[in-house]
């Protein structure tokens, strides 16, 4: 008796991790984020890969590496500022999913680089961020589709970033 039991509940585990991993999938993303605070707009290409675990929860992570420069003039000195990298881990929930689209919300940490150079002098800082924002999917055909989302990343050294991106993505799976 003590052995069917035991069967029967392997069994009722195995069927529904299947029936979890039918609902699992995840997401690979490329596109352009645009970092603005502190009077500063840096440019980046962003990496991103979610992994869902059903239609509503997943993590994702994402890899930022900065393209180009901006100036800033703090007391008549002129620094030319770039973001070297921004490296991050979310949980992601989706209150409004379906194969086609989702609205989303996302909480996570994150690291940033930033390096500033004046007249031959060069320095780099990172700092760590609670990062949090929102964002939407639409999938052209429920596995290819476009992300726009913000995150504000507010650093413990007591400044933030606002952050905007645009985004390519392929669903696999789910």
């Known amino acids: 008796m003590m052995r069917s039991i035991i069967a029967a509940s392997l069994s009722a585990l195995a069927i529904g991790s299947i029936a979890q991993a039918q609902d699992a999938s995840y997401t690979l993303g490329a596109g352009y984020?645009?970092?603005s605070g502190d009077g500063v707009d840096l440019d980046s290409v962003v990496l991103?890969?979610?992994y869902d675990f059903n239609q509503y929860f997943g993590v994702?992570?994402?890899a930022n590496i900065g393209v180009g420069d901006d100036s800033v003039t703090e007391l008549g000195i002129t620094a030319d500022v770039s973001l070297d990298y921004a490296v991050g881990v979310?949980?992601?929930?989706r209150p409004f999913s379906n194969e086609h689209g989702n609205v989303f919300l996302r909480a996570g940490y994150t690291n940033t680089q930033i390096d500033a150079s004046v007249a031959g002098?060069?320095?780099s800082a990172d700092s760590d961020a609670w990062a949090y924002g929102i964002g939407g999917?639409?999938?052209f055909d429920g596995r290819n589709g476009v992300r726009f989302d913000y995150t504000n990343f507010d650093y413990d050294d007591g400044?933030?970033?606002d952050v905007y991106g645009i985004s390519y993505v392929r669903r696999f799976g789910g």
């Open 60 to 62: 994702e992570g994402q």
């Open 137 to 139: 999917e639409y999938l």
């Open 159 to 161: 400044g933030s970033s």
């Open 121 to 123: 002098f060069s320095a």
């Open 90 to 93: 979310f949980g992601v929930i």
């Open 48 to 50: 991103r890969g979610r």
């Open 33 to 35: 984020e645009r970092f």
